[in-house]
């Protein structure tokens, strides 16, 4: 398959992903969108090997299940595969995160994102990065109090960064390796 052919294809709703998308009119399940944002562009192959032989992946979905279990009130088996996935991957994801679907590892070793985080779109993560709370809350919009940071859509936090406390990430933000926030971006 050329570029062009997966260009023209994804955006029309043809070709392989047509396959695994849920019914017309039904919103796409949080892992397809996962999926897609790994592979990209990158067509069937890329679509086959990412399933098969990619651990950031493997961890995203064992993430995902772990909610799964977690939603249905099966929070034993939501609490051994959230297990499995940071003693084989070293990735920390609390079951009870609200990630969205696109969310994307990208050497996800050493990576912590803390329960109550929210994500309101796609998200990158590159390694080491810790996303959790600092003990302290805030009350926003007038009676929501929140714990944890709550990231906009398209954000990318690059290696080693820190997000930390009851913070709010715009949409299309770009964190730096090392970076430590604790206000408001």
């Given at each position: ?21 849920p019914?017309?009119g ?49 929070s ?57 709370g600092?003990?302290?809350s805030?009350?926003i ?45």
């Amino acid at each position: 398959m050329t570029e062009s052919y997966n260009k023209k294809h994804r955006k029309t709703g043809k070709g392989l992903f047509v396959l695994i998308k849920p019914s017309a009119g039904s919103r796409k399940m949080k892992l397809i969108k996962d999926l897609q944002e790994f592979v990209g562009e990158g067509g069937f192959i890329k679509t086959v090997g990412t399933v098969l032989i990619n651990p950031c992946f493997h961890s995203v979905v064992l993430y995902r299940l772990s909610a799964f279990f977690y939603k249905i009130k099966c929070s034993v088996l939501a609490k051994f595969i959230w297990y499995i996935n940071r003693v084989i991957f070293s990735v920390d994801i609390d079951y009870r995160a609200d990630l969205a679907g696109g969310f994307v590892l990208v050497h996800g070793l050493g990576t912590v994102i803390g329960k109550d985080v929210v994500s309101l779109g796609p998200l990158v993560v590159y390694q080491g990065v810790t996303i959790g709370g600092s003990g302290k809350s805030r009350i926003i919009e007038g009676e929501k109090e929140i714990w944890q940071p709550i990231l906009g859509k398209n954000v990318c936090i690059y290696t080693n960064a820190m997000v930390l406390g009851p913070v709010r990430i715009s949409d299309n933000v770009k964190i730096k390796a090392g970076e430590r926030i604790t206000i408001d971006c």
